[in-house]
């Protein structure tokens, strides 16, 4: 059986999608709701903003670490606070 995704942590700032989806999406300074706009919510299981380095990468990667089946982390948008640089750089 295929778990929920599930937030470990205050989740008002996500949008959900089909919660057993493998993908989480990240909109970094993007706002949500434009991307939940444009992809269906059956494409993914969660979408949300990381709006900086050094302030929410670490809630991220334990919710993903959390959720294994999570396996794709699609990162768009806006990157003015260099989340998505240090996401990078994480892997």
Not at 17 to 37: F, M, N, P, Q, Y
Not at 53 to 68: H, Q, S
Request: aromatic share 8%; proline share 2%.
């Amino acid at each position: 059986m295929q778990r929920e995704f599930k937030a470990l942590f205050d989740d008002s700032g996500l949008v959900y999608g089909d919660r057993k989806h493998s993908t989480v999406i990240i909109c970094l300074w993007s706002r949500k709701e434009e991307i939940a706009k444009r992809v269906s919510s059956s494409q993914y299981a969660a979408l949300g903003q990381l709006f900086n380095a050094e302030r929410g990468i670490d809630f991220l990667i334990r919710t993903l670490l959390a959720n294994p089946p999570i396996s794709n982390l699609v990162v768009t948008g806006a990157d003015l606070g260099n989340a998505g640089k240090a996401l990078k750089d994480v892997e």
